[in-house]
């Protein structure tokens, strides 16, 4: 079997991840993932309630959330960083992490505000162009109406291009992630 090499498109040492799963096998893989790209030390939250709590007490750029957790799922997690008025993080890239593909959980995930979507058995290839996807390729994050999220178009080669009215969508500012800061 052939080895697949990641290339070294993205520096991931200063993109700050929070794992959110209630599984802790899974905690380990996806931290073992990260470090692998070099990623210093991704941080792990249990619980939406811990990973409130983590966001408040340290931002993250990109959040890995585990759609499958209880009392509270991912969905509603995701649902609780976009839109309530006392979120610590409305504005954090989200991969969704789940072991099931049916169509209605992906729409719900994508209404909810999620940037990828990613399925199990996790393979590292797969987060890492996940990963690369969000950084080379930002979708601009816009609110309208009940729905504050990325962009969900992508039909234009250029992300930033939109063909709605301006006062249909209030586009929020890309210097707020690490690898536009510079930019």
Request: with cysteine; charged share 30%; net charge negative.
């Amino acid at each position: 079997m052939s080895e697949v090499k990641l290339t070294a498109a993205c520096d991931l040492k200063d993109v700050e991840f929070l794992i959110v799963n209630d599984n802790p096998v899974m905690q380990r893989i996806v931290k073992t993932i990260l470090r692998a790209f070099d990623v210093n030390d991704p941080r792990v939250a249990s619980s939406a309630e811990e990973a409130i709590q983590a966001l408040r007490n340290m931002p993250s750029d990109i959040a890995i959330i585990d759609l499958d957790m209880e009392p509270v799922d991912g969905n509603q997690l995701i649902q609780q960083l976009r839109t309530e008025e006392n979120s610590p993080a409305p504005f954090i890239q989200i991969i969704a992490l789940t072991a099931y593909a049916e169509k209605e959980l992906v729409t719900t995930s994508r209404d909810k505000g999620m940037n990828e979507f990613l399925l199990k058995p996790l393979s590292p290839m797969m987060l890492y162009k996940a990963i690369e996807r969000i950084i080379k390729r930002p979708r601009p994050f816009v609110r309208i109406d009940n729905y504050v999220g990325p962009c969900r178009r992508r039909k234009h080669d250029d992300p930033k291009e939109d063909q709605r009215e301006d006062d249909d969508v209030s586009f929020i500012p890309e210097n707020t992630f690490p690898w536009n800061r510079n930019a």
